[in-house]
């Protein structure tokens, strides 16, 4: 299998040798990175700049901006629910808890004794 892709990779070697960049190629490259960095700083800021006034938000798709808060509030809900729940759970397991003594209690000294 290496070898194979080393013969390919000779092949394509010497098929694309003597291929190289236009003249221009570089000069183009370099005036459309100038017109950028130009058309990014016209407004008096940089792409840096540009990129913190957009926020967290500018980057995400539309769905994306009505999916995020929607699920942070359903996690925050979820949250709240669980604390509730162990808070429930946790009165629950001290009621049952307190009925045992008392029922022992009564059992051993009779039931005005509490």
């Known amino acids: ?16 040798h003597d ?11 370099m005036s459309a990175v100038e017109r ?7 407004g008096g800021g ?7 006034a957009r926020g967290i938000w500018g980057d995400l798709p539309r769905a994306a901006k009505i999916a995020v808060p929607v ?6 809900a979820s949250v709240v629910w669980a604390v509730f729940a162990f808070r429930a759970v946790d009165d629950a397991t001290l009621a049952t808890q307190d009925g ?8 051993l000294y009779g039931p005005e004794v509490e």
């Open 36 to 42: 950028e960095t130009v058309a990014g700083s016209a």
């Open 19 to 29: 291929v190289a960049a236009s003249a221009d190629f570089t000069a183009r490259v």
């Open 71 to 76: 699920a942070a509030a359903c996690a925050v």
């Open 100 to 107: 045992a003594e008392q029922s022992v209690v009564a059992t």
């Open 46 to 52: 940089t792409a840096r700049t540009e990129t913190i």
């Open 1 to 16: 299998m290496r070898d194979e892709t080393d013969e390919r990779f000779e092949r394509l070697l010497g098929a694309t």
